[in-house]
């Protein structure tokens, strides 16, 4: 099979990140399985797609339901499902934030960033755009000029519409040297600071108008390592964007839908954004779906009229189908108070773990259930990635002995050194199996760094 | 429903094109039924997605059995589905154009669109494009830039890799006034003029270098109204092409997988593009799975190599399962009969139609399953949008006395001057389920153009 | 001297487009001298800039003059021959074309075409252009975008404001292989089927937007290779981009100042541009003096305020002190009289020539001053550069034998194949010096193409 | 006249900043005059370009000289002033920093911005720079899109190629609150912090290469309010630059030519650029001739081979005559020493000034010639842009009575606050003449803030 795969697949994805790729044969809950049947105990949840449990029973008969009844339908007819996953949506945003608003619904994560690009544009005539550090928004052209790594863009040309990156507030490593005991949210001063004369390069005080349409943030970074933003930040930052006229889009695909304790990420911070990007939880990862809410006075029928966009699986049923299940999986169940319980859990199981591996652990944090373990050198603040990578790989061997059994433990790498693990585990993760990991995180600890154990 | 569709949904997809929108309940083979069950015999299936018939039960059983086994996947890991469509398309590639080559997968078509700017861009170094008049390849910001309409980019700001458009060979409206019996493909010598001096702005003799780097094209315009081009009219575009080192892309999103009476529409014009784009059809539009096929030379490992591009629902394991599964439908089944067959069929009926109804028709072709008709004012030739209007509406209304049934006609509406239907039947639709939609036709032509009938 | 430009010389302007580069120590009148005081009769005049004759005395009086009162003065300052120019350019278009308008001044012909295409941008809030193939408006990056020749361009990263660049009405190679008896403007109506429907890429009708900003033209084209346009082209050109709310940039860098019989070339085509740009013989080349002139509702100081464009050199006093002069010349001397009638001369002179000469000429062709020279193979069609290149370069030697003195024979060549004389003399060449010209080509002939006199 | 003017001329230079504008008849030394032959001490100097004084007879003389012997040539052709020149600036470049070079020539500083643009582009095939907040570069859209006002660019739509601006080292108001004592350059590690992790959003550090192609810099900013960076400052940043292969791109055209106290301000601070752009003072205003110096490397004849670039005007004769002359006035007289010396003595003045008017003067700073006032509140911090605006415009009326004669006092006013009196006295200035200025500094302090002496 593999030999298959390297004479006619492209490369280009990630599977040969790892060589040989590892083929997946089945999973549930919080597993994966290889052909063997070995157990992986999965952190990551698949790019943070299924949050809500791999074969989650509910979900995935919303989806057969669905076949059987309407599997597709051509986006410019509607169907049910649509409407009351937009309404669902809706309404959920405007008790959360006080505000009305519209839903558009595309296939991919990247096409519903492209969707709020062309959102922005619309509405301030302006292409230009401030995005984090770190930060990622997907692989299309756009969604590449936005997101913050030049690899990405390095080998395709010139990116006219390439935002202009501003540091993450990344407290364990800040950028300014500061603690964020006494900082005062200096970083979002500095931000300001860019606007105070023309000759900043950003604004024209005889016009009062900024150049840059919008600011793209992701309230917690995925990939750039799961850093939580310290108090006050969002809510300083929007006030400096909204004196400026300067839009916040805010990107949930990896944060959205609990994943951080709240049903969207930016809760957690006390700010209202102009425009929200979902997708991947959406689902639980069985369809591409994903979505953008705006403001109502960026999105009214007049502004944005029919045909402003569009796609062939945009508002697809399957996805549709799945997605309102889900939403009304949210509505009966108290997700906030599992991903606060269970994520509390983790992370003092983790903070312990940092006690015990100071020369291995450097930093540990997390938000609802999005949690962070940097792995350092022995001084606890020099980014380690060949460890981090040895982890990463002898967990991934599936040779590990847990209770007599051979399992596997699957890790996610990010952050800006390529040292953290960022865990993303399922909601309905065990206490045993969040100790089940603990236990296996001590054995490669042990054995990848017998020396600094 | 309507009414809360009218408050949460943004009108920025298709749906509004109509208004009221339509509600969809149920569908089966070439029907699709509204709540109240009067049944339309649908000949866009959906956006030329479903080809293999709404309800097909063979692809929606194999997307049943793969929830059960193996729902998703991080595209990190690899399965066996993905490795086996891969390989068959490149197998069905290599024998059919006898070079080898490596297929990549994404989501929707617009991203397999960007990840084949991506490889173009990669390989060549240069960002601008050709494309066709009329020619369509998707919503995102990279795909708006390559797709003629303007209106797909007015309120977006500035596209700086806005493709050089070449009229397509629209030999009922010829550009150049010429006839197709005498015309000796002077629009590609057209073309090719623009070589012949640097002043002609596309090319450095000097250097023996093109300011372009690739063309795109479909073989046969959807969107742009099913028009077939001449004979001999892509290989002599290709010979020019090769010549001056511009690659081609066929973008086969609506075309390939039998539409046009061959796997792929470029199969009927003998020359093998350097990159294929694929989607729709694939999954019969179960999944947004779309693809991109590349000369082996382009998209090597080390030219194009882990990272170049991503996407979460890139090689989703439903979508693979489906495809894979409708691979080998085509190996078992001979669809190039079929739709040879049954377009020639269907070809014939709505010559005839042609002929009885002269002040209505004005032109009618059709390749395979794709089959077009132009509504013209009773000279024959002027475009008649309104009367087309009017069929499309009326046929929609569902009140079609059909052998004493209520029954409606789901049409779509394509072309330069938006006169066009463009008809993709799916590929089970019956002789009697043709003759069907000529009577349709024949009942929406006396009720919407009695004077002309 | 040579050996020291070679070392210390940047070889990239057009010095060592011939090797080694000629040495050029004083001119007058029509002549320039080598150092060793061999006469040279020049037809280009300086790249068009020396129209009224090397050494003219009245205007390099006005330059000495204004050294020894104002040599220069900070553009923030105001300077009486900068107004009075102002206003007899102003004033002189006011009486062509009934319209009001404004003057701005730079310095270099590149920078008065940017500050044009910011002109255009702040009009329409659009980037994109038309312009000619075969169309120069100069080097910097901007002008470089709506120049024809990639090469231009090649070797210097992406052009997002790239223009579309249209066929120019060059009839003895009529792209379309028409004839200027029969064609009825066939090349406009070329044009205007651009704007039939959105899928011709420029349109968006249900707007009713066009994507482009502008037309930058030249009436006559330059370095294209003086090519005038048939009777009617602009007119109908113009009518077709009025009611599409694009304008039409008129470049006179070339032509403007009589070169071809009327004060603008555009004159000669009866339509009014919304800009015109200008330079080279505003001061008979004696100063970088360039400008726009606009009319009024697009350069209004509310529209186009203080500080919009800038540059230290723009209203220099020496430039407008001489361009004043130059401005006075033209009021109190009859140039179009004098060019028609000189220009008619010449070009019956160089007509006789060709019907003798049928095997090295293939056309010629005239407007005022600006007369063409096309030397083609001997079937007086297909284009001859070898030939032109070998005229060229035995004329710069310096060694024909007019009348017992050794005298050298200027030209430039120009056009799409490089293979025409484009004939620029200065307006004081007496018929005599015409006549010398004459026999000089006639002696060049006959050296460089034996067999084919 | 000013009727004129205002019905004629656009009003988009800097003439209108000021309404109604100033009309200068004359001027001489240090000074401009008035029709009422109102003396006005100058000591911006036309925008820094003629630092050698008004009417300096030996370039004067220059000009005179050439418009009697060769006034103009097509750059195609030679002249020996011009090979004399870039042999002039080659062997200085040469001796100063060791290393050799070409030189390339064109007309207005902008356009010479543009040469070197394309000079990078062509070396790096990557279009992004890096340049200074406070930088300025000029207005053309390539020279806009690299100076840091949004203002510049704002109405003219999209800059694809606009520069990531970094704060240059302004002590006085660091960004970053530092003290100089104690800084230890804090501002170029904040820099070099842009290329420790790809996701920093500049560096591939698997293909170890930067997304950026060069950094533009002023050694000292013009219209930045003549900054003076600390020692050792450009040291570090082009070490930083070296090592990620980016080009320094060194633009001396306000500074260039003994401003700062050596012919190049760059040679203050150690360190060679790759490129060197310069104008303005080259010709002491005289002409609008400009150029760059390349390392050979650079700009071989293979690499940027003849018709790279080219204008008109470029290699001028009437420019390069007066810009040899000057370069040997700079051979035979110790600029370097007059400019300390001289700008020494200023200095000292506008200290004891400001000691003296502590509620006044907030800063003074000076390098060479190249002197700063800092206007700021009662505090010596607040900027106080609306007093330094008052004190401009009274010393330009013309009314102090100096000694028993009116005079006027001329000054520019730069810096991000626009609250700094750049001062750029000529290079003749007597110390009696600086004592004047500050004479007639303290009568309008006592003018315009009379609470506040």
Chains 1, 2, 3, 4 share one sequence.
């Not at 051509?74 to 009351?84: D, I, M, N, S």
């Not at 000759?199 to 016009?207: L, R, T, V």
């Not at 970074?221 to 006050?232: A, E, S």
């Not at 990007?277 to 007049?302: H, Q």
């Amino acid at each position: 099979m593999l030999e298959i795969e390297r004479k006619h697949a492209s490369f280009s994805d990630t599977v040969h990140y790892r060589d040989p790729p590892k083929l997946v044969s089945r999973h549930e809950g919080s597993y994966v399985y290889d052909k063997d049947g070995t157990a992986y105990l999965g952190l990551p949840m698949r790019y943070w797609a299924a949050s809500f449990g791999y074969g989650n029973e509910r979900l995935n008969n919303a989806l057969h339901h669905q076949i059987d009844t309407l599997p597709q339908l051509a986006c410019q007819y509607l169907h049910v499902e649509k409407v009351q996953l937009a309404a669902a949506i809706g309404r959920l945003n405007e008790s959360k934030f006080g505000v009305t608003g519209r839903v558009h619904f595309n296939v991919g994560g990247s096409q519903a960033v492209e969707d709020s690009l062309k959102l922005v544009r619309n509405e301030t005539g302006k292409t230009l755009m401030f995005a984090f550090m770190g930060g990622y928004h997907g692989r299309t052209l756009g969604a590449s000029a936005i997101t913050s790594s030049y690899r990405y863009r390095r080998r395709y040309g010139h990116f006219g519409d390439r935002a202009h990156f501003v540091p993450f507030p990344y407290c364990f490593r800040c950028p300014w040297g500061k603690k964020r005991e006494s900082c005062e949210l200096y970083c979002v001063d500095q931000f300001a600071k860019n606007f105070d004369t023309e000759y900043n390069s950003f604004w024209d005080a005889k016009a009062g108008e900024a150049e840059f349409a919008a600011f793209y943030v992701e309230a917690i970074q995925g990939t750039g390592g799961y850093v939580v933003p310290p108090p006050g930040y969002f809510e300083k930052l929007k006030a400096i964007l909204d004196e400026r006229k300067i839009l916040m889009v805010d990107d949930e695909i990896q944060m959205g839908f609990y994943r951080a304790g709240k049903f969207w990420a930016i809760e957690n911070f006390n700010v209202t954004p102009d425009i929200i990007v979902f997708g991947k939880a959406l689902t639980n990862g069985l369809n591409g779906l994903s979505g953008i809410w705006a403001r109502d006075e960026l999105i009214t029928p007049e502004k944005f009229p029919p045909g402003s966009t569009h796609s062939t699986f945009s508002s697809n049923t399957l996805g549709t189908a799945v997605a309102l299940e889900l939403m009304r999986m949210t509505e009966e169940i108290d997700y906030e108070k599992i991903t606060r319980e269970k994520g509390a859990y983790f992370l003092e199981r983790i903070r312990d773990l940092q006690r015990r591996y100071p020369k291995i652990i450097g930093d540990t944090d997390g938000m609802g259930m999005a949690l962070r373990m940097e792995i350092c050198q022995a001084d606890g603040f020099t980014p380690d990635k060949d460890l981090c990578d040895a982890i990463f790989a002898e967990g991934i061997k599936g040779d590990l002995d847990v209770r007599g059994k051979k399992m596997g433990l699957v890790l996610d790498v990010g952050g800006y050194y390529k040292n953290v693990f960022t865990l993303a585990p399922a909601f309905d993760i065990t206490n045993e199996e969040i100790d089940l990991s603990i236990e296996m995180f001590e054995m490669l600890f042990k054995r990848c760094a017998p020396d600094r154990v």
